[in-house]
């Protein structure tokens, strides 16, 4: 039987501690600050990035709506992008909860 290559974990990672060097996924939940044909910029309130998906992906999101990318992180000359495998629109049930359980964790740390 071949041997299975497994992936790399996405880890959860604000968009400013993002090291397209050493990080090959990443989970990153910001806002969808402006929508392209086949991209969006997402920011998380520590730095913005663009998060390339599929066109049908992109049909489905608003500008201004909460979302979690799961994807790989592909370096840049001047920085990185995000080709996104997995794209989740948060509600606003989620988001408060996401943010809620964050803070907790980062005061824990």
Known sequence: MAEQQRRAAATPKDIEEIDPQT???ARIVGT???LGEESLTLDDGTG???VFM???E???LEENS???VLGRILPTPD???VQAE???TLGDEEAELYDRVKKIVNTSE
């Open 48 to 50: 913005s990035t663009e």
């Open 23 to 25: 990080d090959i996924r």
């Open 86 to 88: 997995v794209v989740h």
């Open 79 to 81: 920085s990185f992008e």
């Open 54 to 56: 599929r066109e049908e």
């Open 32 to 34: 969808a600050i402006s």
């Open 66 to 68: 909460r979302i979690r």
């Open 58 to 60: 992109l049909e489905d």
